[in-house]
């Protein structure tokens, strides 16, 4: 790999000095007169290294370093003075200097320095590299995980976001099961439409075909007012059925309609209703073991 060097110095035998010794160990070197000319390098390509005189007309090499820094701040600077003090050095290491030069200064002492900022260059973009690498392993969305488990939960997540199709996601109470369905419905199509969550849990086994589907003014006892259910508020977007497990039989054959023809009527209406609905559904039970004991059916379970 070869690096680039951009070298700014006033004075014309120095900086053509510089530059060749630079080029003589490989580097790719590009030389400016003053600042403003390394300015417009700068807008116009990228290196590695600026390599800038602190006393320049015009421009001087702070004011350079700053708008350097803020043009290009993955790139590594080096100063060099001759009139070098404690207040220069420290002056410049402020604004993101990484080393410099006491003019006059040696060939050796000019490739050692180089040398040093091209490796912590290398050292950063490795840094990063490694950072971004360990967060898109590790994580997806507000989900964090090291195990070889949870990898492939991700990758699961990752096929199924995109999708439209039904996705049931088993764990214990506690594990995270609402943010897996909020993660697939945030990174999936339906992103700009509503997510709804039902707890099925939470809802009497009498009111989840009111909850679920709506009811007409008058529909039962307590029903002063019509309402709209969650599918209805869910339609374009996503309902979530957290622990769908709980819920009844009867409640299931309803379901199981609305998920085979996206259709389904209010309590205490005749009308027809169909909705576009993507369903999310979470448990912490064995539903495998449900169906076997005669508790969840089973083409519900395979839809």
């Given amino acids: 790999m070869t690096y680039g060097i951009l070298v700014t110095e006033d004075d014309d035998v120095q900086r053509d ?7 003589d160990v490989s580097y790719d070197v590009y030389t400016a007169t ?11 390509h990228s290196f590695d290294v600026l390599l800038t005189d602190m006393r320049m007309p015009g421009m001087d090499g702070l004011t350079l370093l700053q708008e350097a820094k803020r043009l290009r701040p993955e790139m590594e600077v080096v100063v060099m003075t001759a009139h070098a003090s404690v207040d220069t050095a420290i002056a410049a290491m402020k604004e993101g200097a990484i080393d410099y030069l006491s003019k006059p200064f040696d060939k ?9 900022a091209v490796e912590q260059r290398d050292l950063r973009l490795q840094n990063e590299n490694l950072r971004q690498l360990v967060t898109e392993s590790s994580s997806l969305g507000n989900i964090i995980g090291y195990t070889s488990a949870m990898q492939r939960v991700f990758d699961v997540m990752n096929r199924a976001g995109p999708l439209n199709t039904t996705v049931l996601i088993r764990g214990e109470s ?23 969550v039902v707890n099925c849990a939470a809802i009497p086994d009498n009111l989840v075909e009111s909850e679920l589907f709506g009811h007409e003014k008058g529909a039962f006892t307590g029903a002063d007012t019509s309402r709209e259910g969650k599918f209805v508020l869910a339609d374009g977007g996503t309902l979530f059925l957290d622990e769908i497990g ?15 023809d996206q259709k389904f009527e209010r309590i205490g ?35």
């Fill in 17 to 23: 000095i510089i530059a060749d010794i630079l080029r």
């Fill in 108 to 116: 050796s002492e000019l490739i050692m320095v180089i040398a040093r």
């Fill in 269 to 303: 209406e005749e009308r027809t209703r169909e909705v576009n609905v993507r369903l999310l559904a979470a448990t912490n039970r064995d539903l495998k073991e449900e169906v076997r004991l005669g508790r969840f059916r089973e083409d519900l379970y395979f839809r």
């Fill in 34 to 44: 003053c600042g403003a000319a390394a300015l417009d390098l700068l807008r116009e």
């Fill in 246 to 260: 709980d819920m009844q039989l009867e409640s299931q054959a309803k379901l199981l309609r609305v998920l085979q």
């Fill in 174 to 196: 506690g594990t995270g099961k609402e943010l897996v369905a909020r993660h697939l419905h945030f990174s999936g199509p339906r992103n700009k439409k509503p997510f709804i």
